[in-house]
Structures are given as structure tokens and as C-alpha cells.
């Protein structure tokens, strides 16, 4: 196999796989009363959009979020369908998207340089502030209730597990992609 077709397979491959870690994470949930249970979906995006990079992340989240709206249950609680994106957690849900393309823009600049794993990092903080943003928004509109007591409600106490979960997904990341490289397994590009 030439070496375009076993980089395209291997792409192929490695997105599956994310969109379906993500799936398997989404699963460990404790669930709330706010509608918006504690999961390690947060972790499982942002470690897909600095394991694969910009499209490979991006396309991982997507993957998820697809399968998700066509009634596949890889939602919290092992719900889908459509009715979950229109529902409380909708906007967390395609905000994945938004937060998978930063962390992946994050990778992009992945070196040993402490300035450019800060950059990294707040990209994923960054993408995971949208994600909060879009999903207190949704569940403003549908609880019918303001803004601000929206993000108190489904934003704030999430928000330092979510950093960690962002940081540790950076962490985790450059020390597979490097132990992988090393073996020789691992020839993803970020692009």
C-alpha cells in the first residue's frame, strides 16, 4: 500500500476511533437534576482535537454528534435522536464541534515550547468557553429562563472539572502521540 492510501486509512481509522472513545466516555455520567449530568464527554472532545488535529478532531465531534442526532444512543445516559439536540443539553452537545476544531488548532502548534503549550491549552479553554456559552444559551431558551442564571446553573459548576478535563486531554495527548511516533505507529498529521 502506497503511502497516501495507508495515510488516508490511517486517518479514517484513528477518527472512528476518537468519535468512538468519545461515545464510550459520554457514558460514564452521574446524572443531575439540571438535566446536564457530569460526564468525561468534555475530556473525550478535547483529547480528540489534540490527538488528531484540526480535521481529524473536528471530524471525530462530528462523527459523534451525527450518529447521535440519527438516533444512535451515544448521548449521556445512552440517549439519542434528535430530540436530545433540541432538548436541554443540544447546545453542549453541537458545541462539541466548536471545542474539538480549537483544541485541534491547539495541537497545530504543539512543540516543546512552553509559550506555544500555553497557546494550545487556551485554544482548548477557549473552545470549551463556546461550548459552555452555546449550551447555558439552549438551556436558557428552553427552561425559559435568563442568561445568566442559565450559565449558574449548567455553566459554573462544571467549569473547573471542564479546564482540568482540557488540560489533562493536552497532557495525555503529546505524550501518546510521542510514545506512538516513537514506535513508529503514528504518522497522523495535523492538519
Request: charged fraction near 10%.
Given at each position: ?10 486517518k479514517i481509522v ?46 471525530a465531534a462530528a ?129
Open positions: 500500500m502506497n503511502d497516501k492510501k495507508k495515510n488516508a486509512t490511517e484513528l477518527t472512528g476511533l476518537m468519535a468512538a472513545i468519545i461515545a464510550v466516555l459520554s457514558q460514564l455520567a452521574i446524572p443531575l437534576p439540571t438535566h446536564v449530568p457530569i460526564t468525561l464527554q468534555t475530556f473525550a472532545i478535547a483529547l480528540a482535537g489534540y490527538f488528531l488535529g484540526v480535521k481529524g478532531g473536528t471530524a462523527v459523534y454528534v451525527l450518529l447521535g442526532a440519527v438516533g444512535v444512543p451515544v448521548f449521556a445516559n445512552w440517549s439519542g435522536g434528535f430530540s436530545v439536540i433540541a432538548g436541554y443539553t443540544g447546545g453542549f452537545i453541537y458545541g462539541f464541534i466548536i471545542m474539538a476544531f480549537l483544541c485541534g488548532l491547539g495541537a497545530k502548534l504543539c512543540s516543546k515550547k512552553l509559550l506555544d503549550k500555553a497557546v494550545a491549552i487556551a485554544l482548548g479553554i477557549a473552545g470549551l468557553a463556546c461550548d459552555h456559552l452555546l449550551g447555558a444559551v439552549q438551556y436558557a431558551v428552553i427552561a425559559d429562563i435568563s442568561l445568566g442564571k442559565s450559565l449558574l446553573i449548567v455553566s459554573v459548576p462544571y467549569i473547573v472539572k471542564d479546564v482540568i478535563s482540557v488540560v489533562c486531554a493536552y497532557l495525555i495527548s503529546i505524550e501518546v502521540v510521542s510514545r506512538l511516533a516513537k514506535l513508529g505507529c503514528y504518522s497522523y498529521k495535523k492538519a
